[in-house]
């Protein structure tokens, strides 16, 4: 599931080096946390988060293959962090 949202968001990015997703196991679910730069946030959201929102759908489908709940994060990288 990670791959997935990691390969989606490199996709839509200007800067891919900066796409970052970590994974925060729990016991029957997931939460990704999709960390991008501040100037592709927009990219990686979307009109009225339409792209936000098929990721996360995505990535509901995935999770259920497993039998678990899934969550999806985007939160933009800090400025001095690479």
């Given at each position: 599931?990670?791959?997935l ?18 994974q ?15 100037d ?8 009225q988060g339409?792209?936000a929102n098929?990721?996360?759908t995505?990535?509901k489908?995935?999770?259920a ?18």
């Amino acid at each position: 599931m990670k791959e997935l949202i990691e390969y989606i968001a490199r996709s839509l990015v200007d800067n891919p080096d900066q796409v970052h997703v970590s994974q925060i196991q729990g016991a029957q679910s997931v939460i990704l946390e999709l960390t991008v730069a501040p100037d592709d946030m927009g990219k990686v959201i979307g009109k009225q988060g339409r792209i936000a929102n098929a990721m996360r759908t995505l990535l509901k489908v995935a999770a259920a293959k497993y039998g678990r709940h899934a969550v999806l994060e985007i939160i933009p990288a800090q400025e001095g962090k690479d």
